[in-house]
């Protein structure tokens, strides 16, 4: 070891030794938030591997289009004027969306925990706000970057129709957003990758498909119309599905107030466990 | 002017399990594991401060509540004037810590994973000093490399430029050199050393005794979660006193209860090495005669002078002979 002698004090030549930026030995309080990094970072994370992000979820949406429309195209009359492909595009991108906003979100949180480098995440000065906020929106990024893409593929198989563009906006966000936050729970309370997969598996899944993707819940028998009617995920995708075609098993603005109290539910809940730091500040 | 860091009577009680409800009330734990006791420090701006003691004394929870990773169950800690609780940012922005685990984020490349680190800080613009202390971390090279294709000494590196990128007035190593090659070693300690001469305030904890007698300029030494010592390290190495016989004995080991005088003098006895604790050199051949009528058989000696070593293991364990030999066995 070389040796040094800590209890000397800085000389003239030490001082013009400095380093480039030196501001002194004050915290730097004026620096500003570290949000829009996490963000940032949380986007690369994901952009970094589109192929298993982005394009694996729009290879999967296609093929179940392929598969579906093939089997059913024809022999299953949903909305007059609709037919059953032009109703499955956007039951599938939402159901795209949702899974992938949830993956995003607690992959990420999962993994950056099981091996230890969350650590860099919570030494800065983030808040819990910008914490929350930071990973749900990159969830919400990568949904929306999956169902553009599965937009886009579907266009191979009908002409698309955009009745009212702004309610897909809205429920694609909170749908995502919900999951999101779903996710942020999730990746804090797992402890395990089986635990994760219990989550996903049994709750998220069940949740996304039994939503009214494949079909309109009012073909369903009246018990297992009034089941997806406690079901928020069937809000989403049913507004969602409104702003393609003007129609819907229940009003947009029924479902808006479902999407938008789910969320704000979730999300309280998440914001609590992140302030509380419950599994992460011990 | 407010000291660097200001730890009053904090405790740390681990609950038994992790209630979800128990967190979402906030409540504080009654029971546990105790890894903290009642620990009061202060550390004064521009100090080089070590901070010892055995494996579960304490060490890493204190810093994990210095940084907020963790919660003390009672008490109050500060960095440069600022409640790591009530003015977390504050704090957060004045501290800079490299972690003891050797963790990194595997989707990004070193300059990318110091410029993220920055950017949490608020520093967007910051690739002067990302630069800077790449070159002096010898990681220039390494630069456009991914974290997963470093060796654990480059690793090692980037931890400590991530806890470097928002130039802290407080550095707190966690055990920086476990594990890493003397290239890394002098290097690091010639960078740190520096930054402390610019008045940077420097928290150590390491294994390496020899590191921190060189280094630091006061030490605390922790046990069961109590402070049991602190002071210079002088004025420790001076408590110590006198020098230090080291006699490798014979197969038939150390005379063990033959001699009330030996076993007072007595500080570490392991694998046939018995350390002693010599006042003065007058006592040498007093000493090694006991030893003989004891009937010990001595093979080996040497006189050496007293080190922070022997100042831990007073400490830890006491000088007494039945510790050190009921350690031994």
């Given at each position: 070891m070389s040796a040094v002698h800590p209890t000397e004090r800085p000389t003239p030549s030490d001082e013009a030794a400095k380093p480039a930026g030196f501001i002194g030995l004050q915290p730097n309080l004026n620096a500003g938030s570290g949000f829009w990094t996490l963000f940032c970072k949380e986007m690369l994370r994901f952009w970094k591997v589109a192929f298993q992000t982005i394009a694996a979820p729009v290879v999967t949406a296609l093929l179940y289009l392929l598969i579906f429309v093939h089997v059913l195209e024809g022999r299953v009359t949903v909305y007059d004027s609709v037919s059953y492909t032009v109703f499955l595009i956007p039951g599938l991108m939402m159901m795209s969306m949702l899974q992938n906003a949830f993956a995003n979100s607690s992959s990420s949180l999962m993994q950056s925990r099981v091996t230890g480098n969350l650590v860099f995440v919570l030494l800065?000065?983030?808040t819990h706000w910008e914490f929350f906020w930071a990973y749900v929106l990159a969830a919400i990024a990568r949904a929306i970057c999956v169902g553009l893409g599965i937009f886009a593929v579907s266009l191979f198989f009908a002409e698309p129709r955009l009745a009212e563009p702004w309610w897909i906006l809205v429920f694609g966000v909170l749908g995502s957003g919900i999951m999101g936050v779903l996710g942020v729970i999730a990746g804090i309370w797992a402890e395990k990758f089986d635990q994760m997969a219990a989550f996903q598996n049994f709750l998220i899944m069940p949740a996304t498909f039994l939503s009214g993707v494949f079909y309109s819940v009012h073909s369903l028998p009246p018990f297992w119309q009034a089941v997806s009617h406690w079901n928020p995920i069937f809000y989403t995708i049913d507004g969602f599905r409104y702003g393609f075609f003007g129609v819907a098993d229940v009003s947009p603005w029924h479902s808006l107030a479902v999407v938008a109290g789910t969320f704000l539910l979730v999300a309280s809940f998440a914001l609590r466990l992140l302030s509380t730091g419950y599994k992460l500040r011990y | 002017m407010s000291p660097a860091v200001r730890i009053e009577h904090v405790s740390k009680i681990y609950p038994k399990q992790t209630s979800l409800w128990r967190r979402m009330g906030a409540d504080a734990p009654v029971e546990g594991f105790q890894a903290l006791n009642d620990v009061n420090l202060e550390i004064q701006p521009g100090e080089f401060f070590g901070l010892l003691g055995p494996n579960g004394a304490g060490k890493t929870s204190l810093i994990a509540i210095l940084a907020g990773l963790s919660r003390p169950t009672t008490g109050r800690v500060s960095v440069c004037g600022y409640d790591v609780q009530a003015q977390f940012r504050a704090a957060r922005r004045a501290l800079g810590v490299v972690p003891q685990e050797l963790v990194f984020d595997p989707f990004f490349t070193v300059r990318e994973t110091l410029r993220i680190q920055s950017g949490y800080f608020?520093?967007?613009?910051?690739d002067d000093w990302i630069d800077e202390i790449l070159e002096n971390l010898g990681l220039t090279s390494k630069a456009d490399e991914n974290m997963r294709a470093l060796s654990g000494g480059m690793k090692r590196r980037v931890l400590v430029a991530q806890a470097l990128v928002h130039r802290p007035p407080v550095i707190v190593l966690?055990?920086?050199?476990?594990?890493?090659?003397v290239d890394l070693r002098r290097t690091l300690w010639q960078f740190i050393s520096r930054l402390n001469q610019m008045g940077h305030t420097i928290l150590l904890t390491t294994h390496y005794l020899e590191e921190a007698e060189e280094l630091c300029g006061r030490i605390a030494m922790l046990k069961a979660g109590r402070i049991v010592a602190l002071d210079t390290t002088r004025a420790l190495l001076a408590k110590v006193g006198g020098s230090r016989l080291v006699l490798h004995m014979g197969a038939s080991g150390w005379p063990q209860g033959k001699s009330r005088v030996l076993d007072e003098r007595l500080v570490d006895y392991q694998q046939r090495r018995a350390v002693l604790r010599l006042e003065n050199s007058t006592e040498l051949e007093s000493l090694l005669a006991q030893v003989r009528t004891a009937g010990g058989v001595i093979e080996g000696i040497e006189v050496l002078p007293a080190d922070l070593e022997d100042a831990f293991l007073n400490i830890m364990h006491g000088a007494s002979a039945t510790t050190a030999l009921e350690k031994a066995a």
């Open positions: 800065p000065p983030l | 608020g520093l967007r613009k910051n966690d055990e920086p050199t476990a594990g890493v090659d």
